[in-house]
């Protein structure tokens, strides 16, 4: 089964870890708790980070 990581998943992500709030490895559960991602998802938006923010990275910037 392949795991789907949307938009909004990984502009949140990137959002939550702009503010600072969380340290993104070690409060791995309360950044997944807080943006209702499974672990799938958080580590495949780990592990394929780069590819997701040369195809949604400067998004985050035209709606904030």
Do not use: C, H, P
């Not at 990984?10 to 959002?15: C, H, M, S, T």
């Not at 209702?36 to 780069?50: G, N, V, W």
């Amino acid at each position: 089964m392949s795991v789907q990581i949307t938009r909004k998943d990984f502009l949140e992500y990137k959002r939550v870890r702009k503010s600072g709030k969380y340290n993104m490895f070690m409060d791995a559960k309360a950044v997944m708790d807080e943006i209702d991602l499974t672990k799938e998802q958080y580590f495949k938006i780990l592990q394929e980070y780069s590819k997701l923010d040369e195809a949604w990275g400067n998004e985050d910037e035209e709606t904030s």
